[in-house]
């Protein structure tokens, strides 16, 4: 599955579950502006490429990582993060997080 | 007269076939000699070792001195008796040395077959680490490893739900767990698992050391059966080295360096048989390097003749004539019949030479050239370089009855003959 692919496979699992995902949502990340794949604002759930095959993701840089996840863990946010090459099955695992956060899957 | 393609063409053609004959021919009696060589070296080595051994009996400063006198190898000058005693001497510490080695010494408790104290480390630490591997077999996994890094299944699991990761890790704990129906959840599973991974590269860790000092102790003890033969064997092995050394000596001789040396009846037929036997390699030798040139130029003459046959083949050609004089080069039956001459008279020197076993001849004395005596002075040996030297200081009125033989003059001649031919354009 490629990342373009991928990110069509989120962007319907997302949209299945009730969510506006914008794609490319600029999001402020402790001072950083990163473009999030896709983001719901007015829900703050979204996902994100942080392992990208055409290595487009310079902006993800650790410490924005960091940053974000710990934005997660204040529940400022949830972003699905596919953090891995291989997808295989991405959309139970995207499925799997909304079922998480109880609103979907 | 003119003589036309056709005719033409037919007298290339015969000429054609008359040399890939005598290429064949003659390629067939060098490939002969090919095979023998090996078996004529072996021979002559075993002749110049026969000789060696009846020179020199002993390794004693007496019969070093005798080997001397009787060949002058410079034995005494190369100390062979020290230096075998040299080896004796290091082959003698080396087994003192190995024979109180605990590795030696203890090779039975060690290593004997099942009950050795590293045999049964050995077999135990197997059996320890034989559940381990089944384990993490049966759990084999591309994410395997992964989860027992990540603690995945115990409390020491930190990966957070919104990562990819942590569903691509629940669904690899889901498959594996799937082959331990008995285990209720993976971290009642976890725990094995990472002992395992822990517990089985010390094991095989632990294996490789003990194989290496089995090995180690294995090596020593063949060691301690080398020394020990060697040891045996010092003397014969020693005698057996100057003696060799005596064999590549008298080997560089001639038959007269060492002829008067070795008068005694006993002796005078052993060297006769060995420098008879290099002098017969050396003949045959030159034999083949005669041979060789041979072929080579028939080789070009047929590789000519192909090329004007090709010529004369073109269309162009066809109302193309050639004059008699030129036509009658092409004939092929005179050179034919010289040619099997002279290929006879090599297959004759070739059976001579190789198949002379004549050393016990007495009258076998003095100053003589084998190569009269091999061919009993019938056949021309002037294509050898050292008989022609022979001839030089020794001018045919010098020569035994059995080297006063016209034909030879006119083989030498044909041969010389055949050989210039070989390399001139046949037509």
């Known amino acids: 599955v490629s990342e373009a692919s991928g990110r069509e496979i989120l962007r319907g699992v997302f949209e299945q579950a009730g969510y506006q995902i914008i794609e490319d949502y600029p999001l402020d990340v402790g001072g950083t502006t990163i473009h999030l794949d896709g983001y719901d604002p007015r829900r703050r759930v979204g996902y994100e490429y942080v392992t990208a095959e055409a290595g487009d993701r310079e902006e993800i840089t650790p410490s924005v990582y960091v940053a974000l996840e710990a934005m997660m863990r204040r529940g400022e946010l949830a972003i699905f993060l596919v953090d891995e090459i291989d997808v295989g099955g991405l959309a139970e695992g995207a499925k799997r997080f909304l079922s998480r956060l109880g609103t979907g899957g | ?427």
């Open chain 2, 1 to 427: 007269v003119i003589y036309g393609q056709r005719e033409v063409l037919e007298a290339l053609s015969e000429q054609l076939a008359e040399l890939e004959h005598a290429h064949g021919e003659r390629a067939a009696l060098t490939e002969r000699y090919r095979r023998d060589r090996e078996g004529l070296i072996a021979e002559a080595w075993a002749a110049a070792m026969d000789l060696a051994t009846a020179v020199l009996p002993a390794l004693t400063p007496e019969a070093l001195q005798q080997a001397w006198t009787l060949t002058g190898t410079p034995l005494l000058q190369e100390d062979r008796i020290a230096v075998r005693e040299a080896d004796r001497q290091r082959l003698s510490a080396r087994l003192a040395e190995i024979d109180v080695d605990p590795r030696w010494l203890d090779r039975d408790r060690l290593r004997a077959p099942r009950v050795g104290t590293l045999v049964r480390k050995k077999t135990e630490l197997e059996e320890f680490r034989l559940p381990h591997v089944e384990l993490l077999q049966k759990a084999a996994h591309p994410r395997l490893l992964r989860l027992i890094e990540t603690g995945y299944g115990t409390e020491r699991y930190a990966i957070p739900f919104w990562r990819w990761s942590y569903y691509q890790d629940w669904k690899a704990g889901d498959e594996i767990l799937e082959r331990f129906p008995e285990r209720k959840d993976f971290t009642a599973l976890a725990g094995d698992l990472a002992q395992a991974a822990t517990d089985l590269p010390v094991f095989d860790r632990q294996i490789d050391e003990l194989e290496q000092e089995i090995a180690a102790g294995k090596a020593l003890a063949k060691e301690r059966e080398d020394v020990a033969e060697q040891l045996r064997t010092v003397d014969e092995r020693h005698l057996g080295l100057a003696r060799t050394r005596i064999a590549e000596f008298v080997g560089k001789l001639e038959h007269a360096d060492l002829a008067e040396r070795l008068a005694a009846p006993e002796l005078a037929v052993l060297w006769r048989r060995a420098s008879g036997m290099l002098a017969k390699i050396r003949y045959l030798d030159a034999l083949q390097t005669e041979l060789t040139t041979v072929i080579e130029g028939l080789q070009r003459d047929a590789q000519k003749t192909r090329l004007k046959i090709q010529k004369w083949a073109r269309p162009r050609n066809a109302g193309a004539g050639m004059i008699p004089t030129e036509f009658r080069k092409l004939d092929v039956s005179a050179r034919r019949e010289k040619r099997r001459r002279i290929l006879e008279r090599q297959k004759e020197t070739y059976a001579a030479v190789s198949g002379y076993r004549g050393w016990d001849r007495p009258d076998l004395v003095g100053d003589f050239l084998w190569w009269d005596v091999m061919t009993d002075g019938g056949l021309d040996g002037d294509f050898i370089p050292e008989v022609r030297s022979w001839r030089e200081v020794h001018p045919p009125r010098e020569r035994e009855p059995w080297d006063r033989d016209d034909s030879a003059a006119a083989a030498a001649t044909a041969s010389a003959q055949e050989t210039y031919e070989s390399s001139r354009d046949p037509s």
